[in-house]
T-cell receptor, first 114, second 116 residues
Framework: DQQVKQNSPSLSVQEGRISILNCDYT??????FLWYKKYPAEGPTFLIS?????DKNEDGRFTVFLNKSAKHLSLHIVPSQPGDSAVYFC?????????????FGTGTRLQVFP | ETGVTQTPRHLVMGMTNKKSLKCEQH?????MYWYKQSAKKPLELMFV???????ENNSVPSRFSPECPNSSHLFLHLHTLQPEDSALYLC???????????????FGPGTRLTVT
């Protein structure tokens, strides 16, 4: 049973527009959420994170929103650039387990076209 | 159940010990990965094997030695580790390292390693 779900396997966006990647989770004990970005032939790299005490975290063109009541988070990229084309993984952690194991989603492939 | 298994799930070892972590994937994938996950840090890629050949080594100290005898098995041999090496070690696999782009990278449950 997947605790972290990325229901859209792919997304195509025009350059300059906003990209919105979504992620849903089922475990209400998750309190730390991350997004990873992965280019082909490379491992995932950390992009941005958010703690459950916040509902928004911004870093340059990237903003993550967290809606705890809906168990939903999203990653916004504005403006989108061709170099953003990659696979984006959502991940979650439940610190109450005293573990830092991340539960990952299966990823969303973003393609930004000119 | 992702189809990727790791053993042992927990390991405590002294700094002079030699131990090995094992990863097995039952998905018919061609690429396998070792990741290190330290407390509250992003996942760190350690090694990548594609078709049983190492294709990436992310500046990992030599006290970590990977081995990939076939496409289904991946080992991480440990010797003379340091306490700061205590972490969760994750194995993952994907259909192909290059073509799949990680879109379907399946992770094992991890081995929680404690170095005393």
């Amino acid at each position: 049973d997947q605790q972290v779900k990325q229901n859209s396997p792919s997304l195509s966006v025009q350059e300059g527009r906003i990209s919105i990647l979504n992620c849903d989770y089922t475990n209400s004990m998750f309190d730390y959420f991350l997004w990873y970005k992965k280019y082909p032939a490379e491992g995932p790299t950390f992009l941005i994170s958010i703690s459950s005490i916040k509902d928004k975290n911004e870093d340059g063109r990237f903003t993550v929103f967290l809606n705890k009541s809906a168990k939903h988070l999203s990653l916004h990229i504005v403006p989108s650039q061709p170099g953003d084309s990659a696979v984006y993984f959502c991940a979650a952690s439940a610190s109450y387990h005293n573990t830092d194991k991340l539960i990952f989603g299966t990823g969303t492939r973003l393609q930004v076209f000119p | 159940e992702t189809g990727v298994t790791q053993t042992p799930r927990h390991l405590v070892m002294g700094m002079t010990n030699k131990k090995s972590l094992k990863c097995e994937q039952h998905l018919g994938h061609n690429a396998m990965y070792w990741y290190k996950q330290s407390a509250k840090k992003p996942l760190e890629l350690m090694f990548v094997y594609s078709l049983e050949e190492r294709v990436e080594n992310n500046s990992v100290p030599s006290r970590f030695s990977p081995e990939c005898p076939n496409s289904s098995h991946l080992f991480l041999h440990l010797h003379t580790l340091q306490p700061e090496d205590s972490a969760l070690y994750l194995c993952a696999s994907s259909q192909d390292f290059i073509l799949a782009g990680g879109n379907e990278q399946y992770f094992g449950p991890g081995t929680r390693l404690t170095v005393t």
